[in-house]
């Protein structure tokens, strides 16, 4: 058994297509991961205990669940990391 938390997979692929339509931000990996880490301190935690192989399915209806207030969450933490970007220096 593996400890997961669902909802980083969910902040993860719904990052994932807002990058891909969103091309005035830094894709980065400094900024991808600032914004995941804010995005995620926003959300409640979904902790699974989980065989290897059975996240999928779990993800895909969390995701369809939660779809709403994970874009919300994404767009506030996009907002503060395009506004404080950690990739220089
Ligand atoms: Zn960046």
Do not use: F
């Amino acid at each position: 058994m593996e400890l997961k938390n669902l909802m980083e997979e969910v902040v993860w692929q719904e990052l994932k297509e807002v990058l891909r339509q969103r091309e005035d931000i830094c894709h980065c990996q400094n900024c991808q991961h600032d914004i995941a880490a804010l995005a995620l301190n926003q959300l409640p935690p979904k902790y699974v205990a989980t065989q290897n192989g059975e996240i999928y399915a779990k993800v895909v209806m969390l995701r369809a669940q939660l779809h709403a207030d994970v874009l919300t969450a994404i767009s506030k933490a996009l907002l503060t990391v395009t506004q404080n970007p950690r990739h220089g220096s």
